[in-house]
């Protein structure tokens, strides 16, 4: 299955905890990104047949709904078997959603974060609960009843008893897909940049332990298994036939192409991708968006276990043709309990999930190092 990415971003206030290549612009700017998007995406000349379109960002749910369709109406397959489309809540409009549906949007990833106001505030967001349930009842009249509800375990002062209120909101609002991410410290955010040097702004001295976040992560898996929403991948949580299926072809490696700031591209043998910043892109794709930009070849063994490991189903897996510092690694990986083996496929542990991103790190050039 084959898709496309196209990134918006754009958005009306930059979220503190937000590390995505995304901000606020001047309409002006906004305008010479739309026109170069159009032309990059007019130029393409498609190896393949899309099924799934996700348009992220960024708050790609601001734009007018005829800026929505210049973007898409040079990518082929329409009806796509997937189009979502991502949105702050608040953004919604019911004339703009049904122009969407027309479009072909069928599904809309909710940027939630957290049901709590204080917690909300704290990062810049506008919305509150009352606010999600108007769209989420919004969506279902207008016929899209796939979205996506995302929440962020850890921010600024958040409690074991504030998470239990979001948590509540996901049990009254049903949706039928939710995303679980643990807050990211990373210098590429305001907050995270303001953890890392000790500061207090943008409530950074109010974020709790990593074993607490850990704790609310694990108590968020139980909760949505519980409602028949179980895990599917590390972050995301869904109903039978509700998985994405846009997402589900990054850690499947099926091909895609990404038009937009920061969007990237794989083909099966080679990865590429656009500049970061909005006023770079404009200037590559006026250039033609010439693919030798940021393009390396790809690593099929390691990112099997990168993307394929992230998926609860797990990956098969034929130890006898690995290369040995490979093997070697998920060995001492199984022997912490990190990983597990039932002899033919290997998935993480409940313990592992938690520590995923050291465990990957550990795969990183095991396809070509020494023993």
């Known amino acids: 299955m084959a898709g496309v990415y196209i990134s918006w971003p754009f958005c009306a206030q930059k979220c503190t905890y937000c590390n ?29 047949l899309p099924e799934t379109v996700y348009i992220g960002g960024g708050t790609p749910s601001l734009l007018r709904p005829e800026e929505l369709a210049r973007i898409v109406e040079s990518i082929p397959g329409r009806p796509w078997r997937e189009f979502t489309m991502e949105a702050a809540p608040g953004s919604l409009q019911p004339q703009w959603v049904n122009e969407w549906v027309r479009l072909g949007v069928n599904r809309v990833s909710l940027g939630v974060q957290s049901f709590v106001e ?31 509800l995302d929440l962020i375990a850890g921010l600024p002062f958040q409690t074991e008893e504030s998470w239990e209120e979001s948590l509540a909101w996901l049990d009254r ?10 807050l990211e ?42 409602l028949g929403i179980p895990r599917y ?13 846009h997402n589900l072809k990054y850690w499947r ?17 080679m990865r590429w991708g656009s500049p970061e910043e909005v006023r770079d892109y404009v200037t590559y794709v006026r250039r033609g968006a010439p693919r030798e930009v940021a393009v390396e070849k790809s690593r099929p063994l390691e990112e099997r276990f990168l993307t394929g ?19 070697s690694r998920i060995e001492t990986a199984i022997d912490h309990q990190l990983l597990v083996w039932n002899g033919k496929v290997l998935r993480f542990s409940s313990r592992g999930i938690l520590v995923s991103n050291e465990v990957f790190e550990g795969f990183l050039g095991a396809d070509s190092a020494e023993s």
């Not at 091909?255 to 969007?263: C, E, K, T, W």
């Open 233 to 245: 991948e590390i972050s995301n949580f869904a109903r039978p036939g509700f998985r994405s299926l």
């Open 309 to 327: 490991l992230r998926l609860d189903e797990g990956l098969p897996v034929d130890f006898a043709a690995l290369p040995e510092a490979l093997r």
């Open 253 to 269: 490696m099926e091909p895609y192409l990404g038009f937009g700031v920061d969007a990237h591209s794989f083909d099966g043998a």
């Open 185 to 226: 410290v990373d210098e590429d955010s305001r907050l995270g940049l303001e953890i890392l040097g000790q500061g207090s702004r943008y409530g950074a001295g109010a974020v709790a332990p990593d074993e607490d976040i850990t704790a609310r992560y694990e108590r968020a898996a139980t909760f949505l298994g519980d």
């Open 118 to 148: 204080k917690e909300l505030r704290q990062t810049g967001r506008r919305h509150n609960a009352r606010t999600v349930a108007e769209d989420c009842e919004l969506l279902r009249r207008a016929g899209i009843g796939n979205f996506n």
């Open 20 to 48: 995505f290549a995304s901000g606020v612009e001047k309409p002006e700017i906004q305008k010479k990104y739309l026109d170069a998007l159009c032309l990059h995406l007019s130029r393409q000349e498609w190896p393949f």
């Open 173 to 182: 609002l049903q949706p039928p897909h939710a995303s679980i991410y643990m």
